[in-house]
């Protein structure tokens, strides 16, 4: 049985240009995007919001969080 990855895992591998971990995370985001799509209320909505959830993870910057743990 495959180990559950943590979602920063997700991000990682699909800002490491890993195709292979798109769909796993599209999946585990499908509620959410579903629920969001029928409140958008318009054709595409559900594309638009995986392509959203999709750029937003190839913007997401983990220096950051590296530096704020390194001060703790």
Same mark, same amino acid.
């Given at each position: 049985? %495959?180990? =559950?990855?943590?979602l920063s895992e997700w991000v990682?591998?699909?800002?490491?240009?890993d195709r292979e971990a798109v769909e796993p995370l599209i999946e585990r985001f %499908?509620? =959410?995007i579903n629920h969001l799509s029928h409140l958008l209320g318009y054709d595409?909505?559900?594309?638009?919001?995986?392509?959203?959830?999709?750029?937003a993870i190839k913007r997401y910057d983990f220096?950051?969080?590296?530096?704020?743990?390194?001060k703790e």
């Open positions: 049985m %495959k180990e =559950k990855q943590k990682r591998r699909i800002q490491q240009g %499908k509620p =959410k595409g909505a559900e594309t638009d919001l995986i392509l959203w959830l999709l750029t220096s950051d969080k590296r530096e704020e743990k390194d």
